[in-house]
């Protein structure tokens, strides 16, 4: 199976349009969030419905270095990964996503009821955690949610679109669920996947 995009080059930068965040003039607010145009091709026999994932493996582990001031985050600090969309359940007929099509525009406390194909759902992304604490921003976060790298980071973060074909209609998932516990469900059921990602830094003097 192989995944495309329109959107962005494999490897290469990602447009700030398909993040959350990006450089003002006073410094870093929220950007366009829309999502990156997807497709995808040699889907495997008995393909009865699809996952998409996409997840940043380059998230700081501690967090209280994160955007304070006078502090760079060392770019071989230990990392983890952080979902930032989770959809599952699109229907084997599916081919593609369009630009913008799943989010446009970053909502605070989430988005109550994200777009998507027929039949699919979305699961939390980790800005629910992440937000979890601030009065003015907690809620789910569903749907795609796009980078917002600390701008005090050392290091190139990678964002990986990860499309799964899967043996079953519909995963086993309550109704809210988030992207370890979407991965847990397909276990069993992935017939193959395929993978693009992209990169994004808010820090100057990173290069790549």
Known sequence: MRIHSDSFEHRARLPVAYAAGQATGEGF???PNRNPQLSWDDVPPGTKSFALLCIDP???????????DGVLI????????????????IPADVRALAAGACSDG???RGKAAPQGPAGSRQGCNDYTGWFAGDADMAGDYLGYDGPFPPPNDLRLHRYFFRVYALDIERLPLSER??????L???HGHVLAEATIHATYSLNADVKG
């Open 106 to 108: 970053f909502t605070a």
């Open 58 to 68: 380059d998230v700081p582990t501690v967090a209280e270095m994160v955007g304070k």
């Open 74 to 89: 060392p770019a071989d600090q230990p990392r983890c990964d952080f979902y930032h969309w989770v959809m599952v359940d």
């Open 29 to 31: 607010g929220f950007a």
């Open 177 to 182: 669920f988030d992207g370890s516990q979407a």
């Open 184 to 186: 847990s469900a397909m």
